[in-house]
Every structure is written in C-alpha cells, then in structure tokens.
C-alpha cells in the first residue's frame, strides 16, 4: 500500500487534559487569550476535526478535557498546538494526554462467529428463528461497526475517560489464553455492557504501539449514575475481574469553551 499517515480503517484520536496556571494568571485572562481559547476549541472550516468533545473536568487532574479524532494526525493535534502556542499557551499547562486509534476489535463476532454463538446458547441450527436473528445482525452490524471506527459523540452530559491493560502476570496472562477462551470472556463482557444500551455509550480505542497503555475507554452517559454502575457491574466479569489493569479516571461533564471559562471564573 502507498505510504501515509491516514489509517486504513479507523480515524485517529487523542484526548488531551488541561489545567489552567493559576500562578500566572492573576485573576481573568486577559481578552486576546480568551478569544483564541474560544477559537482553538470551536475551530471552523479546514482547521475542524470530524469529532471534538469538550468537558470541564471534576477533581484536581485536570479543569478541562476535550476528545479529538480525525483521519489524519496532524489535525487533531492541531487543536492541542492551538492551545498551547500564542498568547494563550502560558496560562496552560498539559497534564496528560492518551493517544489512540479507533478499530473494530477481533472479538466483535463476524456473522459466522454469531451464528455459531446462538447455536451455542442453544438456538436450532437452521430454524427460522436463528436465521432470522442473524440476518438482523447482518443488518446492523456495518452500523455497528461505523460507530466503532468514527462513533458520533453522544449528546449526553456526563463522561469518563481511563486507559486499560489486560494482565501478563502469571496466572493471569490474558494474552497466553487461547482466542476461544478471550472470545466467550469478551462474550460475557459485551452481554453485560449491553444491559446499559440507552443510558452509556462506550467508545474504545487502542493504544497498543501508540501510547503507554493498551486501550483508551470512553463511556457517555446520561447521567453520572451510570457511569459508577458499568463500571462496577462490568468489574465482575472474567475479563475484567481476572485480567484488566485500570489506569487514571477522568471524569468530565459536557461543556462549551465559554461554558469552561465560566467554570473555572477566568
Ligand atoms: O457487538 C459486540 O459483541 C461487541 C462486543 C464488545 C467488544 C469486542 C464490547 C461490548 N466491548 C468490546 C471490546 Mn467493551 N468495554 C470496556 C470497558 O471497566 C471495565 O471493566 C472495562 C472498560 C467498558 C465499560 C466497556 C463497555 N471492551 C472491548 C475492549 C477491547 C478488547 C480487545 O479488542 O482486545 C476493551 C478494552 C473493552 C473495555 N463493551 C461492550 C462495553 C459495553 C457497554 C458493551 C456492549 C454494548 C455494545 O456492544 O454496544
């Protein structure tokens, strides 16, 4: 294939936290500061990415995030330069940032793999019914899969953002398990995740080769409940309960630029 920095199926995707320094900002920022924090978060034209998300940030890490993806990288991190160059740049400091890559994970089963799994679960090889529910799979599954690869960002209030890893350590190395073995756990896992369809929206993207951790989790919520209870029911399953390593949570709410400046009284 010819050299280039588009990926061939996903989009790239950074999510970038800020704080504001208060040690130089000694009350408002001043105006040329505030107009372009307004512009690099609601950029127009060429400059704007196929997906930006904003949030204020709850707790200390962080007073803002946003969430960035584009097909090529130099546009999401775009955004990041546009922050933090100007006159703008000396009254904030990064304080992280996770750089990943949109996919479809090899455990979201082909439609081979989903017959097999109804079969499994003890639906009749070639009855009606079976075929009935995989042909209605068929059907969403490319609408699946275009909300994996370039997900539209929900408009609900509450999110949170953390890395993952699955385990190496001994008696615990998910990735010594064979992929029979991964497939039915990553099964359980989707089986309880999709309980919260309608109230959390999840976006997963990898950082294998990227970044210092494997996955980048994304969970939209209605509300915060939720987000405590995914979290917590899906911590009972094998995949998570025997074999996933969690990293920092951020946890943010939906906000415009103005919205942030508000919040944080600059
Ligand atoms: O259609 C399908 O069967 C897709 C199944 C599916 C895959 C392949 C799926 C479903 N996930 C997949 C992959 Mn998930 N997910 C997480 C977390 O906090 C934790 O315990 C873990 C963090 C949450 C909350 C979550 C939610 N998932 C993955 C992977 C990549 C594995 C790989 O490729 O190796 C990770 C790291 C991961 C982690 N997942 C779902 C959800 C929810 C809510 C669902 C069901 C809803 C849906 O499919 O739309």
Known sequence: ????????????????????????????MPSSAQEQFLRALHPTGDACPERLGRYWISGHRADFGIVVMDPHPAKVDAIHQSLISG?????????????????????VPTIERYRDRLIAEGSEPGSDELNAKVAAYERRLPMM??????????????????????????????????FSRR??????????????????????????????WEWMVTLWARNPDYLKEIVYTMRFDVASAKYAEFGPFYVGYKADADEILDHCRL
């Open 87 to 107: 006159p703008l740049g000396k009254y904030i400091e990064p304080t992280w940032s996770f750089v990943s890559l949109s996919e479809v994970s090899e455990y």
């Open 145 to 178: 899969n275009e909300q994996r690869l370039r997900p539209e960002f929900p408009d609900w209030p509450a999110a949170c953002f953390y890395p993952m890893n699955k385990s190496r350590v001994p008696g615990a190395n998910w990735f010594t398990e064979p």
């Open 1 to 28: 294939p010819e050299p280039s920095v588009i990926p061939d199926h996903g989009w790239h995707c950074t999510h970038f936290f800020y704080r504001f320094r208060r040690d130089v900002l000694d009350g408002p």
């Open 183 to 212: 497939n039915s756990m990553m099964a359980e896992h989707a089986q309880s995740g999709i309980a919260f369809a309608g109230r959390v929206s999840q976006l997963i993207t990898v950082g294998v080769g990227l970044d210092d």
